[in-house]
């Protein structure tokens, strides 16, 4: 069973730092594009971070230079590192991954099941 799971979510602070983990396991073939969105209460889910296979990242305008997304390919995981996070940051963060496995004929998308975040004082 190929899966997503999430780790790292929890409370903080005004300005503090918080690290997502996503391991991706199952019958992997190759993962192309990584990426973790979020979904705060009432709104819609929204994309925060994309990284490709060789690494290249793309941001929200609403988390440049305060969200780092990188990935460690060997382990199949993606992480997200979160500083400076505001009250706004709070959300359920969603990991994706583009999934090519040994039993389907193409890749596939997949998500995690979230890791919520809470930015409060």
């Known amino acids: 069973q190929l899966q997503l799971v999430e780790s790292g979510g929890g409370l903080v602070q005004p300005g503090g730092s918080l690290r997502l983990s996503c391991a991706a396991s199952?019958?992997?073939?190759?993962?192309?594009?990584m990426g973790w969105y979020r979904q705060a209460p009432g709104k819609q889910r929204e994309l925060v971070a994309v990284i490709t296979g060789i690494g290249r990242a793309n941001y929200a305008d609403s988390v440049k230079g305060r969200f780092t997304i990188s990935r460690d390919n060997a382990q199949n995981t993606v992480y997200l590192q979160m500083n400076s996070l505001k009250p706004e940051d709070t959300a359920v963060y969603y990991c994706n991954a583009l999934i090519l496995s040994y039993r389907s004929a193409g890749a596939v998308d997949y998500w995690g099941q979230g890791t919520e975040v809470t930015v409060s004082s």
């Open positions: 199952g019958s992997i073939f190759s993962i192309n594009a």
